[in-house]
């Protein structure tokens, strides 16, 4: 199984940006599909998360409302639409599969995720 995240960049503070981590080999099923992010200096934090069957989504507060996580089933991809960006969104976004569905109170749990994207860098700059 492997994880493949792009769409990383430079953007202007207010701009939008769309990452994407398509998964080969597994079809995404009962499966939660997630971005974490990890700002220089800081630990890696859960930004997004997304049940692949049924497509309940789970956001940090710090990016509610701002944030979208989408999912393609039929191209085994999914997609975070990050629009009003701020500096501070500035970070490497991983994506990350679990094999399972995950509870609310297990979303934010790295070790619950079985694969990891090679992260893709975002940059939020004027």
């Known amino acids: 199984v492997q994880l493949q995240a792009f769409g990383g960049g430079l953007a202007q503070p207010g701009a939008p940006l769309r990452l994407s981590c398509a998964v080969s080999?597994?079809?995404?099923?009962?499966?939660?599909m997630t971005w974490f992010r990890q700002a220089p200096g800081n630990e890696r934090e859960f930004v997004a998360g997304?049940?692949?069957?049924?497509?309940?989504?789970y956001y940090a507060e710090s990016v509610k409302g701002r944030f979208t996580i989408t999912r393609d089933i039929a191209k085994n991809t999914v997609y975070l639409q990050m629009n009003s960006l701020k500096p501070e969104d500035t970070a490497v976004y991983y994506c990350?599969?679990?094999?399972?569905?995950?509870?609310?109170?297990?979303?934010?749990?790295?070790?619950?995720?079985?694969?990891w994207g090679q992260g893709t860098l975002v940059t939020v700059s004027s």
């Open positions: 997304i049940r692949w069957s049924g497509g309940s989504k």
């Open positions: 080999g597994h079809t995404l099923s009962t499966n939660t």
């Open positions: 990350a599969l679990s094999m399972g569905s995950l509870r609310l109170s297990s979303l934010k749990q790295e070790h619950r995720y079985d694969y």
